[in-house]
């Protein structure tokens, strides 16, 4: 347990100790109030008795008047005294009180304004891949003792209140009382209002017509007897202009910025686990109403909130509570395309919006350093993996979103990124912005390449000439695999070999990009097992000891008469005759010059031909490919003939 939480124990601890004092006090003013009270019935006994003697001869009145005098004074002398002392039992207890509340009042910030705001901005920061956020259990638990110690405070309040209405007694309690009652119904509405939270957030990148859930959660709901009458929850979609006006306490007049389907539930308790919480299972945004747009601020820069408002009384309704909380910003899209863009305005959000802001401003440049922690997280979180982005990877990162040269990192950490920079400007020589590549290059590695970066089987982040000069000293063969500069979500392999048309010289090669496309035909790993002119990837590895356990395995035997085929892919100006086991015939295809080398997919079955599936610019044409690819598909169908196997089945 840390420091902090042992310290918030100490302090319940404390309140415990101070609440049961005072009231001990209570009911020692309480039991002296009642006897003083039965002594002011006396006096007024004795001075009606003393009333009773004009009525007796002049001789029995002389007889009694003297020691019902007497007893009179002694009575009234011990009521004075006695009305002192009660006035100051009762601004002693109100003056411990006021102790009482004031940390009470401090506790609760603690509890509320620390540990729940931190527990808020994990869930926040979780949104960008970040740890989670956590249970609540924790700060339920300290919720819940301070709802019941504010509860327990304010009836003793009530019944100090009380004990003055039946005895007034002139002096200041009367005000006293009045304010100490204002602090602790304050203090008591801060608590309820502030733990109303969202407990699973809903999507913040949110497509219309697409169901989606929540779930918000009353942290005191168990305590304060709330769920005796369960409260209605409502959700509606609000523009950033309407929460601001919300949070100004402006009249809003009930506006949405849209309709939600399945839009009520009513909280339900859990007994198990002392839980009150309202489940949004089958929401759906049915139709969304945009604002005017500002500037160069594109759909998917638009932020919203989802306000989640309920009502209900506590004590017996003693008190009313109108309770209201927003999501975390969410982008609306209406087709998958707007994805990437609406992810990057979450991402930057999430990543930047600090405490208390007004909805939902966000800076317009942050530092680089800041900027590198919020992708590595994401990055992190996509992968799955511990292995994040390195500072090489970062640097490289650097030189293009700054377009610079530079190798040193320091270089970069007192520079700022703007959000325009980030995800509205395109790179340089691009038709893409700094976002889109990198978003780029994490879905693909999430969809197909997941393994290989965990396994550290991808450098990724090198630009074509560090791989050239990287690859320059090792042998030939060698290989590495880098994330294409030129594309969205593609990565080559580049290889130091021979120029087949120049002895003695070395080139680095690099093939065409492969995308998501290529991949749903042939995996990385068959590829590369594929290519035989690679042997090692760099440094030094054998590429079987890397990729071989990825590889698919051989085709099963023919049956009934039918044998699969096997694609295969071939970089013809690198091919060598190689026997293929199911066929028994070779495969040669010509040598080519040029080092950006097209990755063609050849298919072991068939025979040499002329017929390339390079485009007139040398470029390999992947529409190509999949023809041919349907093409097996269909051969697929048919009955074995001679010309495609090199024996027959009887």
């Given at each position: 347990?840390?420091?902090?939480?042992?310290?918030?124990?100490?302090?319940?601890?404390?309140?415990?100790?101070?609440?049961?004092?005072?009231?001990?006090?209570?009911?020692?003013?309480?039991?002296?109030?009642?006897?003083?009270?039965?002594?002011?019935?006396?006096?007024?006994?004795?001075?009606?008795?003393l009333s009773s003697l004009s009525t007796l001869p002049p001789a029995d009145r002389l007889l009694r008047e003297p020691a019902l005098q007497t007893k009179r004074a002694t009575v009234e002398a011990w009521l004075t005294r006695e009305a002192n002392t009660l006035q100051k039992y009762r601004l002693d207890l109100a003056e411990k009180h006021q102790k009482t509340l004031q940390l009470l009042h401090k506790q609760q910030t603690i509890i509320l304004d620390d540990e729940l705001i931190?527990?808020?901005?994990?869930?926040?920061?979780?949104?960008?891949?970040?740890?989670?956020?956590?249970?609540?259990?924790?700060?339920?638990?300290?919720?819940?003792?301070?709802?019941?110690?504010?509860?327990?405070?304010?009836?003793?309040?009530?019944?100090?209140?009380?004990?003055?209405?039946?005895?007034?007694?002139?002096?200041?309690?009367?005000?006293?009382?009045?304010?100490?009652?204002?602090?602790?119904?304050?203090?008591?509405?801060?608590?309820?209002?502030?733990?109303?939270?969202?407990?699973?957030?809903?999507?913040?990148?949110?497509?219309?017509?697409?169901?989606?859930?929540?779930?918000?959660?009353?942290?005191?709901?168990?305590?304060?007897?709330?769920?005796?009458?369960?409260?209605?929850?409502?959700?509606?979609?609000?523009?950033?202009?309407?929460?601001?006006?919300?949070?100004?306490?402006?009249?809003?007049?009930?506006?949405?910025?849209?309709?939600?389907?399945?839009?009520?539930?009513?909280?339900?308790?859990?007994?198990?686990?002392?839980?009150?919480?309202?489940?949004?299972?089958?929401?759906?945004?049915?139709?969304?109403?945009?604002?005017?747009?500002?500037?160069?601020?594109?759909?998917?820069?638009?932020?919203?909130?989802?306000?989640?408002?309920?009502?209900?009384?506590?004590?017996?309704?003693?008190?009313?509570?109108?309770?209201?909380?927003?999501?975390?910003?969410?982008?609306?899209?209406?087709?998958?395309?707007?994805?990437?863009?609406a992810t990057a305005t979450v991402l930057w959000d999430n990543a930047f919006a600090e405490p208390g802001r007004v909805p939902f401003s966000v800076p317009d440049k942050v530092l680089w350093p800041q900027l590198c922690e919020a992708l590595n997280m994401k990055f992190k979180a996509e992968m799955q993996s511990s292995?994040?982005?390195?500072?090489?990877?970062?640097?490289?990162?650097?030189?293009?979103?700054?377009?610079?040269?530079?190798?040193?990192?320091?270089?970069?950490?007192?520079?700022?990124?703007?959000?325009?920079?980030?995800?509205?400007?395109?790179?340089?020589?691009?038709?893409?912005?700094?976002?889109?590549?990198?978003?780029?290059?994490?879905?693909?590695?999430?969809?197909?390449?997941?393994?290989?970066?965990?396994?550290?089987?991808?450098?990724?982040?090198?630009?074509?000439?560090?791989?050239?000069?990287?690859?320059?000293?090792?042998?030939?063969?060698?290989?590495?695999?880098?994330?294409?500069?030129?594309?969205?979500?593609?990565?080559?392999?580049?290889?130091?070999?021979?120029?087949?048309?120049?002895?003695?010289?070395?080139?680095?090669?690099?093939?065409?990009?492969?995308?998501?496309?290529?991949?749903?035909?042939?995996?990385?790993?068959?590829?590369?097992?594929?290519?035989?002119?690679?042997?090692?990837?760099?440094?030094?590895?054998?590429?079987?000891?890397?990729?071989?356990?990825?590889?698919?395995?051989?085709?099963?035997?023919?049956?009934?008469?039918?044998?699969?085929?096997?694609?295969?892919?071939?970089?013809?100006?690198?091919?060598?005759?190689?026997?293929?086991?199911?066929?028994?015939?070779?495969?040669?295809?010509?040598?080519?010059?040029?080092?950006?080398?097209?990755?063609?997919?050849?298919?072991?079955?068939?025979?040499?031909?002329?017929?390339?599936?390079?485009?007139?610019?040398?470029?390999?044409?992947?529409?190509?490919?999949?023809?041919?690819?349907?093409?097996?598909?269909?051969?697929?169908?048919?009955?074995?003939?001679?010309?495609?196997?090199?024996?027959?089945?009887?």
């Open positions: 347990m840390s420091q902090k939480h042992l310290q918030i124990n100490q302090s319940f601890e404390e309140l415990r100790m101070m609440t049961q004092d005072t009231e001990n006090d209570l009911r020692k003013l309480q039991h002296n109030q009642e006897y003083f009270i039965i002594q002011y019935q006396e006096s007024l006994r004795i001075q009606a008795q931190q527990w808020k901005r994990r869930q926040q920061l979780s949104g960008n891949g970040g740890p989670p956020e956590g249970g609540l259990d924790v700060v339920q638990s300290w919720c819940e003792k301070l709802a019941e110690t504010n509860w327990q405070n304010r009836q003793q309040i009530r019944r100090a209140e009380h004990l003055r209405q039946q005895l007034p007694i002139p002096g200041p309690i009367e005000e006293l009382l009045t304010d100490l009652n204002k602090q602790i119904t304050d203090i008591i509405s801060a608590l309820v209002t502030s733990t109303f939270i969202i407990e699973k957030q809903p999507p913040q990148v949110l497509k219309t017509q697409t169901k989606f859930a929540a779930t918000v959660r009353l942290l005191v709901g168990g305590k304060l007897n709330v769920h005796m009458n369960p409260p209605q929850v409502k959700a509606t979609i609000i523009s950033e202009q309407q929460a601001k006006a919300l949070l100004k306490k402006e009249n809003t007049r009930n506006d949405s910025s849209g309709e939600i389907l399945n839009n009520n539930c009513v909280m339900e308790y859990h007994q198990a686990t002392g839980t009150l919480s309202a489940h949004f299972r089958n929401m759906s945004l049915k139709r969304i109403k945009r604002s005017d747009r500002r500037g160069a601020e594109s759909v998917t820069e638009e932020k919203f909130t989802i306000l989640f408002e309920s009502q209900f009384s506590v004590g017996g309704n003693e008190l009313m509570f109108q309770v209201k909380t927003l999501s975390l910003p969410v982008v609306v899209i209406v087709h998958g395309s707007q994805d990437n863009n292995r994040g982005l390195s500072e090489e990877n970062l640097v490289f990162l650097a030189q293009k979103a700054f377009s610079s040269s530079s190798i040193n990192p320091e270089e970069y950490r007192s520079m700022t990124m703007t959000w325009s920079q980030f995800n509205r400007e395109s790179l340089p020589g691009r038709n893409f912005t700094f976002w889109q590549w990198f978003d780029g290059v994490m879905e693909l590695t999430k969809k197909h390449l997941k393994p290989h970066w965990n396994d550290g089987a991808i450098l990724g982040f090198v630009n074509k000439q560090q791989a050239q000069d990287m690859l320059m000293s090792k042998p030939n063969g060698t290989f590495l695999l880098r994330f294409s500069d030129s594309e969205i979500g593609g990565i080559t392999i580049a290889w130091v070999a021979e120029n087949p048309n120049k002895a003695g010289e070395r080139l680095v090669w690099n093939l065409m990009p492969y995308t998501t496309k290529d991949f749903s035909i042939r995996s990385l790993a068959d590829r590369i097992s594929d290519l035989n002119h690679l042997l090692f990837l760099y440094p030094d590895r054998p590429k079987d000891e890397v990729f071989s356990k990825y590889y698919t395995p051989p085709l099963s035997k023919a049956v009934d008469g039918y044998v699969k085929p096997q694609i295969k892919q071939v970089v013809p100006e690198f091919a060598t005759a190689s026997s293929d086991s199911a066929s028994g015939n070779q495969t040669y295809m010509d040598h080519a010059s040029s080092p950006a080398v097209s990755h063609s997919h050849t298919y072991g079955m068939y025979p040499p031909s002329a017929d390339s599936m390079l485009d007139g610019d040398g470029d390999f044409d992947l529409d190509d490919t999949m023809d041919v690819a349907r093409h097996v598909e269909e051969l697929l169908r048919r009955p074995m003939e001679s010309q495609w196997i090199g024996h027959t089945q009887s």
